[in-house]
């Protein structure tokens, strides 16, 4: 009868009341709880799928037979710009397992406008190619070896100094391009800018140039690109006397016969003590290109060899006798001989001090050497030093 009446009390529903509730509020936590992990979740999916753009500069490859064919006018590397799904642009970029080409196997030679394509890029990604299109021009590859030639400003040498034989680490290169760029080719240099007032041996590593007769830089691939140039720089304060010897320069008039004589004998020469150590003579071409009579011509008196710094006297007065030939057998006799060279009486002895001139002639200053030659025999064109 008590349990009876305890069920139907209102305390009996409050507490029913009461425990619903709290099961209501543990139902409504636990569904706030699910959908906010459900929510991060959706965030995480949203994270992987959003879109990402990046621009990435890659090499450009050219499809054509190489071997046969030289092409000028294209960049070497080409820009592109991915977007799509953040994941995939960023592996694009990362691994680079694309590539943009130009396809130009069917072209002929000359100049063409082509288009560039990828391949290798997930179809889940948009990409553009700058350029889209490029002008290139397709001519016929040569290749040719060439010798280097190095170059330098003497004028940054320091006073009493001068160069001797410049070197290089690879004294010919292989140098590849059209066929028109390789037949202009006229030196392959390697510049070596020394520093000012250089006292010493210079070595550099340069970057070579092909250049044509103009000295214009050809567009030309040279392997190797770089080489070593050294430069030795040596004291130039040793002289040296040494003997002249007249020779003929340029083509005399036919039937034309030429002789030459200086008072001038000897010139005292100055440079390193290794390009001193090559002279015995220095031969002095006299140009007679021209010259119908005889006359007096103001010769250069001048050395190409590496080390010579100056000669003295730099000018010598040169006879010029100019004989005509006749049609006697003798006269033919004489044009078709050799040059001969005819020299007063004169001992002169030449010996190197160091940066003295031990020199002595025991003949007198105005002592003349006289050369003759024929201009119906072959011309004399000897190398202005031995």
Same mark, same amino acid.
């Not at 005819?342 to 001992?347: A, C, M, Q």
């Given at each position: 009868?008590?349990?009876?009446?305890?069920?139907?009390?209102?305390?009996?529903?409050?507490?029913?009341?009461?425990?619903?509730?709290?099961?209501?509020?543990?139902?409504?936590?636990?569904?706030?709880?699910?959908?906010?992990?459900?929510?991060?979740?959706?965030?995480?999916?949203?994270?992987?799928?959003?879109?990402?753009? =990046?621009?990435?500069?890659?090499?450009?490859?050219?499809?054509?037979?190489?071997?046969?064919?030289?092409?000028?006018?294209?960049?070497?590397?080409?820009?592109?710009?991915?977007?799509?799904?953040?994941?995939?642009?960023?592996?694009? /970029?990362?691994?680079?397992?694309?590539?943009?080409?130009?396809?130009? !196997?069917?072209?002929?030679?000359?100049?063409?406008?082509?288009?560039?394509?990828?391949?290798?890029?997930?179809?889940?990604?948009?990409?553009?190619?700058?350029?889209?299109?490029?002008?290139?021009?397709?001519?016929?590859?040569?290749?040719?070896?060439?010798?280097?030639?190095?170059?330098?400003?003497?004028?940054?040498?320091?006073?009493?100094?001068?160069?001797?034989?410049?070197?290089?680490?690879?004294?010919?290169?292989?140098?590849?391009?059209?066929?028109?760029?390789?037949?202009?080719?006229?030196?392959?240099?390697?510049?070596?800018?020394?520093?000012?007032?250089?006292?010493?041996?210079?070595?550099?590593?340069?970057?070579?140039?092909?250049?044509?007769?103009?000295?214009?830089?050809?567009?030309?691939?040279?392997?190797?690109?770089? =080489?070593?140039?050294?430069?030795?720089?040596?004291?130039?304060?040793?002289? /040296?006397?040494?003997?002249?010897?007249? =020779?003929?320069?340029?083509?005399?008039?036919?039937?034309?016969?030429?002789?030459?004589?200086?008072?001038?004998?000897?010139?005292?020469?100055?440079?390193?003590?290794?390009?001193?150590?090559?002279?015995?003579?220095?031969?002095?071409?006299?140009? =007679?290109?021209?010259?119908?009579?005889?006359?007096?011509?103001?010769?250069?008196?001048?050395?190409?060899?590496?080390?010579?710094?100056?000669?003295?006297?730099?000018?010598?007065?040169?006879?010029?006798?100019?004989?005509?030939?006749?049609?006697?057998?003798?006269?033919?006799?004489?044009?078709?001989?050799?040059?001969?060279?005819?020299?007063?009486?004169?001992?002169?002895?030449?010996?190197?001090?160091?940066?003295?001139?031990?020199?002595?002639?025991?003949?007198?200053?105005?002592?003349?050497?006289?050369?003759?030659?024929?201009?119906?025999?072959?011309?004399? /064109?000897?190398?202005?030093? !031995?």
């Amino acid at each position: 009868m008590k349990l009876a009446q305890a069920f139907n009390s209102k305390w009996f529903y409050r507490l029913i009341a009461l425990f619903f509730a709290i099961l209501l509020f543990l139902y409504v936590t636990s569904e706030k709880g699910n959908t906010t992990r459900n929510g991060d979740t959706d965030s995480v999916t949203n994270g992987l799928v959003s879109n990402k753009t =990046v621009t990435i500069s890659v090499p450009l490859k050219l499809n054509i037979d190489s071997d046969k064919y030289f092409v000028t006018g294209y960049p070497e590397n080409v820009k592109v710009r991915l977007s799509g799904p953040s994941a995939l642009v960023t592996t694009a /970029k990362n691994t680079e397992d694309f590539e943009v080409y130009a396809n130009l !196997n069917n072209l002929k030679l000359g100049k063409h406008t082509v288009t560039l394509k990828s391949s290798g890029i997930s179809s889940e990604l948009t990409s553009k190619i700058i350029p889209k299109r490029i002008k290139i021009k397709i001519s016929k590859r040569k290749t040719k070896k060439m010798a280097v030639q190095v170059r330098y400003d003497t004028n940054k040498i320091a006073s009493n100094y001068a160069a001797g034989s410049t070197s290089v680490s690879q004294k010919y290169v292989t140098v590849t391009g059209a066929a028109k760029d390789i037949n202009n080719i006229d030196k392959v240099v390697a510049d070596v800018n020394l520093p000012h007032n250089t006292d010493s041996s210079y070595s550099k590593s340069v970057t070579l140039q092909a250049l044509d007769e103009n000295g214009k830089v050809l567009n030309v691939v040279i392997s190797p690109t770089n =080489v070593t140039a050294t430069v030795p720089i040596y004291s130039a304060t040793y002289s /040296k006397k040494v003997a002249i010897n007249l =020779v003929s320069g340029g083509d005399g008039v036919s039937g034309m016969s030429y002789s030459f004589s200086s008072s001038t004998q000897n010139v005292t020469i100055q440079g390193t003590k290794q390009a001193l150590s090559k002279i015995s003579k220095l031969n002095v071409p006299v140009f =007679v290109t021209g010259i119908t009579s005889s006359t007096t011509e103001n010769v250069n008196v001048t050395s190409s060899l590496n080390g010579i710094t100056s000669i003295s006297p730099a000018t010598i007065s040169v006879k010029v006798t100019v004989t005509e030939n006749n049609s006697s057998s003798s006269s033919t006799e004489s044009a078709s001989s050799s040059t001969n060279k005819t020299t007063s009486t004169s001992s002169v002895s030449s010996s190197q001090v160091d940066g003295s001139d031990k020199t002595s002639s025991s003949s007198s200053n105005d002592i003349s050497t006289s050369t003759t030659t024929s201009a119906s025999s072959s011309s004399e /064109k000897n190398n202005t030093d !031995n």
